[in-house]
């Protein structure tokens, strides 16, 4: 018998525990089991959804959060933008201010003439010390003759404007003049 039948998975079967018999109908404790699992399925789904309100809850304030530290990390990166910016700003004054007292040379055109006058002064130095009181006559000629050529040579001025102090400080002098010529 055992060949006839082949291997064959077992039914799983539900047991019901709650159970009324088809030929006794309804009993008197039947509605009260009807409205308790009515009242587990109710508490079921209300608890349901209160997790899902709070996910969206979790959701919707993480969101929030995470745009407001956005709008703080922007807040930092522009004012740490400005601190750098204002600390390269003093340095950059700081360098000026040091290159300025290290430039011998004015920044009115005149550099040139400057320069000269300046090699001029220190191949006189180096000079002076090897040649004879002769020689030396001979080069502050030799630097009379270059002052009277620098002289000859047009210069050019540039145009700036007085400050306000400057222009008070014309203006006095001018009235000064004209009541003296009167």
Known sequence: MSEDKPNRPKILVEKVHNMTGSTAGAGSGEFHNYSL?????????????????????????????????????????KKRQKRLKKKQNKQNIKQKKQAQ???????????????????DQQGSNDQDSDQDDDSSSNQSENEVEKKQQAEQEPKVQKKVKPNDDEAEKEENKNTEQKEKDD
């Open 101 to 119: 007292s290290l430039n011998k040379f004015s920044n009115d055109g005149s550099f040139l003439e400057q320069f000269m006058k300046m090699k």
């Open 37 to 77: 699992h009515k009242q587990r399925e109710r508490a079921r789904l209300a608890a349901m959804e209160y997790e899902h309100r709070q996910e969206q809850k979790k959701i919707k304030f993480e969101t929030k959060q995470q745009e407001l530290d956005n709008k703080a990390e922007q807040i930092t990166d």
